[in-house]
């Protein structure tokens, strides 16, 4: 439990959904505030290797159950192992406050040069976090990068400026170069109502900044009647300009509820803007899948629910094309319209089935170097034979004309070359990240089953080659070799983008 005390930066806070209750989850370091998505930060220690950043949420430190923890692997030549790694928690010397029962530390992370130093940082979200008296209000840690990568020295804490009682401050993070004027990346943090922006002064190194302009708080996404709840956050340059844009994504809240819908601010010289709110959600990724040199947005809507409340569909992903002027895609009336896709599309395998959750999250990446960056779906409450919610993932491949369906491939628990066999609740696939800890220019696929092992969780890893991400060689890990307690932890519930 922690006192309330003001962060150490700059914040402007700028409201989502007045008075609702609801619920809310790159670049090189050395390269700070890059902008495309295929610009990755999560390179903690400056060498050029992409990190691997894992939450295990539901872990147990110190004996509190639920406290939480993550994991980072460090790449190199090899990729990644787990001899390369640590577990970092609020038990952690020097992270601020102290390992509690429910707290939920790594729940949504996110990473990115804040202080401009040239290795990337770490920001994990804790939205169980109690700030005495008020219970759930949330909070955020900052773990610095080095060039001997995470630890807990002088990390930051963040929090709201007032705390409210389940609002759950951390739900979901992203960092990106949304101004000019901010030499490092800003940190964007939600709550179950607000969004808030974060920069730090890399003069200062993590000093306060001037704060930013009152006129910000006019940002008010969501459509009247068609509010969103916040889920999760992607950044990419969708419409070239330079700078990032954000997408925050979630579900509706209102006359109708329930369905996935995203609001869109693009970075302008003047800083972020809300543009306006398109279809699609709650999951959500960015990457350039025409190689037009503009980000293309990717959403998943794993559900969707009629007028009785009941699904209805197995699971929709979206792809909103970027281009000059038009931004992410397709405001009502303007813009590209969206391309839509489910495992019924021609050319995709498998059948869509009520309760399969496809979509439920994504990640886009060049998985074999052409230069078009591949979507990898995770399906999550796909059923494998008789066995319920084991769960499966896809990967489609990018294209001079967009996404397509040529040689999309998709595997679960009984494909040849896959680890392990599919139980009920596994949902493998809760998690799907493309990653290249190598730095070979193919992204492989990791693949997490929050719910292997009655709930511990398992990461699968599948290398890529020169026709993508292959089974071949796949293996897993869990947080046991870090030091991480795995009973309960729910490894895999987040992994770094």
């Known amino acids: 439990m922690r006192t309330y005390r003001s962060a150490a930066v700059a914040a402007a806070s700028f409201l989502l959904i007045a008075g609702a209750a609801i619920a809310a989850p790159s670049a090189y370091a050395g390269t700070p505030g890059g902008t495309h998505a295929n610009d990755r930060n999560t390179d903690f220690n400056g060498d050029g290797y992409e990190d691997v950043l894992t939450g295990a949420p539901g872990g147990t430190v110190g004996g509190k159950k639920g406290a939480g923890y993550v994991t980072v692997q460090y790449g ?3 990729g990644i192992g787990t001899s390369r790694g640590a577990v970092l928690s609020q038990n952690t010397t020097g992270v601020p406050g102290a390992a509690e029962a429910g707290d939920g530390f790594g729940r ?4 990115g040069d804040l202080d401009g130093d040239g290795y990337d940082d770490a920001v994990v979200g804790i939205p169980g976090e109690n700030l005495e008296p008020v219970t759930d209000a949330g ?3 900052v773990l610095w990068g080095s060039a001997k990568g995470l630890s807990g020295a002088v990390s930051d804490w963040l929090q709201a400026e007032e705390p409210v009682a389940g609002a759950r401050f951390g739900g979901a993070l992203a960092a990106a170069h949304f101004s000019p004027d901010i030499p490092g990346d800003q940190l964007a ?5 607000d969004l808030s922006l974060y920069q730090y002064d890399a003069a200062a190194r993590r000093k306060a900044a001037s704060p930013a302009p009152d006129s910000r708080s006019s940002l008010i996404p969501g459509t009247p009647g068609r509010e969103i709840v916040p889920r999760a956050m992607t950044t990419g340059d969708y419409d070239g300009n330079g700078l990032a844009d954000l997408v925050i994504s979630g579900v509706t809240i209102g006359e109708e509820p329930g369905h996935g819908w995203s609001a869109v601010f693009l970075g302008e010289v003047q800083g972020l803007r809300y543009d306006h709110d398109l279809r699609g959600g709650p999951a959500v990724a960015s990457g350039d899948i025409n190689k037009d040199g503009y980000d293309d947005l990717v959403t998943g809507e794993p559900s969707s629910p009629d007028d009785g409340g009941e699904s209805t569909t197995g699971g929709v992903v979206g792809v909103y094309y970027g281009s000059q002027g038009d931004g992410p895609v397709g405001a009502e009336g303007s813009g590209t319209p969206p391309v839509w896709w489910t495992q019924d599309t021609a050319g995709v395998p498998g059948t869509a089935e009520a309760g399969d959750g496809w979509g439920a999250d994504l990640s886009v990446a060049d998985t074999n170097g052409d230069g078009f960056a591949d979507v990898a779906v995770g399906a999550p409450g796909e059923d494998i034979g008789t066995v319920a919610d084991a769960g499966a993932v896809w990967v489609l491949r990018g294209a001079a004309d967009g996404l ?12 040849v070359n896959v680890p392990g066999v599919p139980e009920k609740g596994d949902r493998w696939g809760g998690q799907v990240r493309l990653t290249d800890p190598n730095k070979d220019g193919r992204f492989g696929l990791l693949s997490a089953a929050p719910g292997e092992d009655a709930g511990d969780g398992v990461v699968w890893v599948f290398s890529a080659g020169s026709g993508g991400v292959t089974a071949a060689g796949s293996w897993t890990f869990n947080a046991a070799p870090f030091g991480g307690a795995k009973a309960g932890a729910g490894y895999g519930t987040a992994i770094d983008e």
Request: neutral net charge; proline residues 4%; charged residues 15%.
């Open 189 to 193: 943090v939600t709550d179950r109502t």
């Open 76 to 78: 190199g030549p090899a």
């Open 139 to 141: 909070g955020v840690v």
């Open 108 to 111: 949504a992370l996110a990473s």
């Open 404 to 415: 397509t369906a040529n040689r999309a491939a998709s595997w679960d628990q009984n494909s």
